[in-house]
């Protein structure tokens, strides 16, 4: 099967409200072209050199996600162009994205990871630290991002119990933090949801999936 027919079906298959994002990461530019010609926009990457490279070869409608865990001395190579940005883990993060942000004169959209897994190598906040972030003077000062929505990784496990028990808890996480009114943030993405789970978390909430081996094939 060619990657735009396997693209092809998993968007067919997709409801209208969720975003597909192709993770493209280690794949060559000529499989990120067959997508794009099979009409895939958004395309995700974990590192940020990687991303740029493509960034500069591919046509500019493509909306670039950075999917990876992100060191904060590289965000000025993606803040000219970076569409989503979506392991955002910690203020400090937001203050550098903030910092380059403003100095490309834009507004760059986040989302936060919430610890939702058992595996302590997952990043992100667990909610009373999101809850701290979200009230804090230092957050309500950035300017030049916006927060619109949570992101997070079940457990790496084939208990789907478990799996949809830490999906079910990142969307009670979203709905109580959707009605805040800041200005900088406005929830309207929960991105959960990958190759292994993504339809389990769709019947959670997902609005958001990352799908990659599913339409490139495996690394």
């Known amino acids: 099967m060619s990657i735009k027919d396997k693209l092809l079906k998993i968007k067919s298959a997709l409801p209208e409200h969720v975003t597909l994002v192709a993770v493209s990461k280690t794949k060559p530019i000529s499989d990120l072209t067959e997508a794009y010609n099979a009409g895939q926009r958004v395309f995700g990457e974990n590192k940020i050199q990687e991303m740029t490279e493509k960034w500069e070869q591919m046509p500019k409608d493509i909306h670039w996600h950075m999917i990876g865990h992100i060191q904060t001395n ?30 490309n004169n834009r507004i760059i959209d986040c989302l936060l990871q919430i610890h939702i897994a058992e595996e302590e190598t997952k990043f992100g906040l667990n909610e009373d630290e999101l809850e701290d972030l979200l009230v ?42 959707k009605s805040l009114s800041i200005v900088n943030c406005d929830l309207s993405i929960l991105s959960m949801g990958m190759s292994g789970d993504y339809q389990l978390a769709i019947s959670c909430g997902s609005t958001m999936v990352r799908i990659g081996s599913s339409i490139f094939g495996g690394r």
């Open 74 to 103: 590289k965000v000025k190579f993606m803040a000219p162009y970076v569409s989503l940005i979506h392991g955002v883990d910690s203020l400090k993060l937001l203050e550098e994205i903030n910092k380059q942000a403003l100095k």
């Open 136 to 177: 804090s003077e230092s957050f309500k000062n950035l300017k030049n991002i916006k927060i619109v929505g949570l992101m997070g990784m079940a457990t790496f496990t084939s208990n789907q119990n478990q799996i949809k028990k830490e999906f079910e808890y990142l969307k009670s996480i979203f709905d109580t933090n």
